[in-house]
């Protein structure tokens, strides 16, 4: 069964810092793999979306790379601002398979301190 | 404006009364799914249309129902709630085409006293 893990739970940055979320899948076999950002009483939103044939994805100063060989994403966003603050997750998708059967980590939460 | 729409938004309710979480798309997505989220152990789906009239278990069906008469609406169903199910839930839909992103609904924060 896939499990996956985002360490640590918690981070906080000074603000203007680049920073980097960690994700790591226990099933090298997926379809895709998605970051979403949550922010406190909303819902997630997708933020990237990297195919199992790609590398890497980029909006704005978000960059997404994907390891399928050893199981790991990292979530890379440059300059950090405020804003930003909110809880990320990734989840990942069998293959054959789209959003029917992700299986999402727990998040890690981001604070930025201006 | 492209959303999915879930009421109410929070619920205070009491053990064994029905209720009913209503959830609404405008993107003519034919995938809904029904998530609830509880601290550390993350997301987890409880069940899930790929159309109207077709649905299937998540990894936690127990205690929930659904139906899918509409294609925009897919509520989620409580037939005899407890306090287990106390919990934060998320509507989400896509459209079945390869690779497409997932759109969530603000969460329905329900209580089960």
């Known amino acids: 069964k896939q499990e996956v893990t985002q360490i640590p739970a918690a981070l906080s940055v000074p603000e203007g810092e680049n920073l980097v979320l960690n994700c790591s899948f226990t099933?090298?076999?997926?379809?895709?793999l998605q970051w979403f950002r949550q922010d406190p009483g909303k819902g997630l939103t997708s933020l990237l979306l990297?195919?199992?044939?790609?590398r890497e994805q980029t909006s704005g100063r978000l960059n997404a790379s994907l390891d399928k060989s050893s199981g790991r994403s990292t979530l890379y966003i440059a300059a950090s601002q405020p804003g930003d603050s909110a809880t990320y997750l990734c989840a990942v998708s069998p293959p054959n398979f789209g959003n029917e059967k992700l299986t999402f980590g727990t998040g890690t939460r981001l604070t930025i301190i201006p | 404006e492209a959303q999915v729409t879930q009421n109410p938004r929070y619920l205070i309710t009491v053990t064994g009364k029905k209720l009913t979480v209503t959830c609404s798309q405008n993107?003519?997505?034919?995938?809904m799914s029904w998530y609830r989220q509880d601290p550390g152990l993350g997301l987890r789906q409880i069940y899930y249309?790929?159309?109207?009239?077709?649905?299937d278990k998540g990894d936690v069906p127990e205690g929930y129902k659904v139906s899918r008469k509409e294609k925009r609406n897919f509520p989620l169903i409580l037939e005899s709630p407890s306090p287990n199910q106390t919990s934060l839930y998320f509507c989400a839909s896509s459209s079945l085409a390869t690779n497409e992103k997932l759109f969530f609904g603000s969460g329905t924060q329900l209580s089960v006293l």
């Open positions: 099933d090298s076999a997926i379809y895709n």
């Open positions: 249309s790929m159309n109207v009239e077709v649905t």
């Open positions: 990297i195919q199992s044939s790609q």
């Open positions: 993107m003519n997505h034919e995938y």
